[in-house]
């Protein structure tokens, strides 16, 4: 059966955070870290591929991307594709992961043969001490060697993300843009987002609209209408292989097309990014306590009449407790 919600939204794209550790320290994402928080990894191996198959075969869900954290700080991450690689022959669907890239030494090899479909790199500067600033550690070479293996290893249309924020590194669009010229890569620009331990200042937000307009000063970008999607408004660069993306979750939300769920670090779903921690239902606990997959279908289908059609305003984000980007993965 379809999931769909009272607004008449069908869900297929689950997003699975697989563990709340991260070996960086990004400034919008986790500055203000606590070793509970960093704690968080609850599901094991079998307790991801139960839900993961609920989803699926239940719920008919065609798209599973797994998030942290960093995914790759997991200790047994390969077991895990392994069984996802298992779970996909037997039942189709797109497998992705969001990574920041510095753990994948030696990994991307097998990952292709286990069927991973898509890989997404953060990257928010090509300036190795800027890289360094926000994220607490200088490997910003490391991820960009790791971008140009996986494509020699056959992962084409990497995506790569970069939130941008107000004289931070909003100096380096011009830069990203060369870059995505150079290597055609798909540069995607996000909003700097408020949430839990990430001491959000209003003064760092640029909207895509005011990135956009700088950004048609230099270059003409020409709206992708052959690969229009909801979350990410495309854009080309004539007479180059450049794509340029803009994702807008606070200017320009995509809450009225929303087809996604998140689990957390700890076995919560969640109904949005910004839901509030009273609409959480705790997945892990009904695992453990022995509910069979019928009732946890129910139990889903039934918390997902809870999710609102909108996210909140920003005032109101940045008001939120116990929503800390790092177990959601974004």
Do not use: W
């Not at 379809?2 to 070996?23: E, P």
């Not at 069927?115 to 300036?127: E, M, V």
């Not at 209003?202 to 700088?214: A, H, R």
């Not at 709206?223 to 979350?231: K, S, T």
Request: net charge neutral; glycine share 6%; proline share 3%.
């Amino acid at each position: 059966m379809k999931l769909i919600d009272k607004y008449n939204r069908a869900h297929s794209y689950l997003r699975l955070s697989v563990t709340g550790n991260c070996n960086l320290n990004c400034i919008y994402c986790n500055p203000l870290t606590s070793d509970e928080l960093i704690s968080k990894h609850s599901l094991s191996n079998q307790e991801i591929i139960r839900l993961a198959r609920i989803f699926v075969t239940l719920f008919e869900f065609s798209k599973i991307r797994l998030t942290g954290g960093e995914p790759f700080a997991r200790k047994n991450i390969i077991e895990l594709f392994e069984e996802l690689s298992i779970l996909k022959k037997e039942f189709p669907f797109e497998l992705a992961v969001t990574t920041n890239g510095t753990l994948l030494n030696g990994k991307l090899k097998k990952l292709k043969e286990l069927g991973l479909d898509r890989l997404n790199f953060s990257l928010d500067s090509l300036i190795p001490e800027r890289y360094a600033q926000i994220t607490g550690k200088n490997v910003q070479s490391k991820v960009l060697h790791t971008i140009d293996e996986a494509e020699s290893e056959g992962f084409l249309n990497t995506k790569i993300n970069t939130v941008v924020i107000r004289n931070v590194n909003d100096d380096e669009i011009p830069d990203f843009i060369e870059y995505s010229i150079k290597t055609g890569r798909n540069i995607r620009f996000i909003e700097y987002m408020p949430f839990s331990n990430n001491g959000y200042d209003k003064d760092g937000f640029i909207s895509s609209k005011e990135l956009l307009n700088t950004i048609n000063k230099s270059y003409k970008l020409t709206p992708d209408e052959l690969d229009a999607g909801f979350v990410a408004k495309d854009y080309l660069i004539k007479n180059t292989n450049a794509r340029i993306s803009f994702i807008s979750p606070i200017s320009d939300h995509f809450c009225g097309l929303c087809n996604r769920l998140r689990i957390t670090a700890d076995g919560k779903l969640k109904l949005c990014l910004f839901s509030p921690h009273k609409t959480e239902i705790d997945l892990l606990n009904f695992i453990r306590n022995g509910f069979p997959d019928e009732q946890i279908k129910d139990s889903i289908s039934n918390a997902l009449l809870e999710k609102d059609f909108a996210h909140p305003e920003i005032d109101d984000l940045i008001q939120l407790k116990n929503n800390d980007i790092i177990s959601l993965g974004g």
